[in-house]
């Protein structure tokens, strides 16, 4: 675990932009909440070893189930707008991040990410509130990068730097750590390691059921209404299927109107009356706009980090008479 600040009065925080800028400059808290443009949006916030338990032999790291995720309304200003304000210089290729975030080893390179300029946009945005209130303190405050879209692990909280670079950034935390195979599965196996990888940057399409749960007991001949969520890189959830027959058969679950936007969770519900007492497996599979569809469990390809986990999802609920 990192060390972070005890305290951080607003009053005296800044962020600091330089590099290849035209003019360094240093916002305040109170400048960025004043002088820019706020902006909202819904995201989902998903770290990149969620659900890293599932995969087999098991990946070093700490051992995730599915709840490492959440989705928020977060408001604050265009990334692209804090960049205006240094001016970009000619020669800008890439854009690193850094928080006040301090390694609890000296020898430990701090927590630096970085982006490349040419994948910049619109919804990346410095965040100071999060559902309509300040940053929470585990959360980033006073101010955290919002990267809609990709895993939590290049989402800096307590950003506090910003620099610009004509060439990429030789980092830890990009060269070396959170990456996966860089091949078309992005797999390897325990004796064949990939030979060249890549840092994960965009999430994969996926989806959990929330209720019911694993254990759950339902009487026969009443109706069950399975719910749950689906997301993806913000692609669009196109459709949630669910089966009860373990895969054979698939029936379109009922997506909400989608009106949290594309980065969001999109929720999804389904009515069934089980027919047979004993044991019932429920499974979910999300697909995208583009056609990406989770695969079986037992189908995810394997990866050292133990990263982008998005087996399809099963609860085993007792029927009981």
Not at 125 to 152: D, K
Not at 211 to 232: C, H, M, N, W
Request: hydrophobic share 35%.
């Amino acid at each position: 675990m990192p060390m972070i600040p005890t305290y951080i009065n607003p009053n005296y925080f800044s962020i600091k932009i330089d590099g290849e800028v035209e003019k360094p400059v240093k916002i305040s808290l109170d400048s960025l909440m004043r002088d820019f443009k706020p902006v909202e949006i819904t995201s989902v916030l998903q770290c990149g070893g969620n659900s890293r338990s599932a995969f087999h032999p098991t990946p070093g790291g700490i051992q995730w189930g599915p709840g490492a995720m959440g989705c928020a309304k977060w408001k604050g200003v265009r990334l692209k707008d804090v960049l205006a304000k240094a001016g970009l210089k000619k020669n800008a290729s890439w854009i690193k991040f850094h928080g006040l975030e301090k390694p609890v080893y000296t020898k430990t390179d701090g927590f630096v990410r970085a982006l490349e300029l040419s994948k910049l946009h619109d919804k990346i945005i410095i965040a100071y509130e999060m559902n309509g209130e300040a940053l929470p303190y585990l959360n980033g405050y006073p101010v955290r990068l919002i990267l809609p879209g990709f895993y939590s692990d290049s989402w800096v909280k307590m950003l506090s730097n910003i620099t610009v670079t004509s060439v990429k950034p030789k980092l830890h935390f990009m060269d070396h750590a959170y990456r996966v195979p860089d091949n078309d599965c992005e797999c390897e196996t325990p004796d064949n390691l990939a030979p060249k990888t890549k840092p994960i940057e965009e999430m994969n399409v996926n989806s959990l059921i929330g209720y019911p749960t694993s254990g759950t007991k339902v009487k026969q001949g009443t109706e069950l209404i399975v719910r749950g969520v689906a997301f993806d890189g913000g692609h669009g959830i196109a459709k949630v299927e669910i089966s009860t027959d373990g895969g054979s058969s698939w029936q379109e679950a009922v997506l909400d109107d989608g009106s949290q936007g594309p980065y969001a969770y999109r929720s999804f519900r389904y009515t069934l009356k089980p027919a047979r007492t004993g044991t019932l497996t429920i499974m979910a599979r999300a697909t995208n706009t583009k056609g990406e569809t989770q695969p079986f469990a037992q189908d995810v390809k394997w990866n050292r980090g133990g990263y982008k986990y998005n087996g399809i999802d099963e609860v085993n609920v007792e029927v009981v008479s």
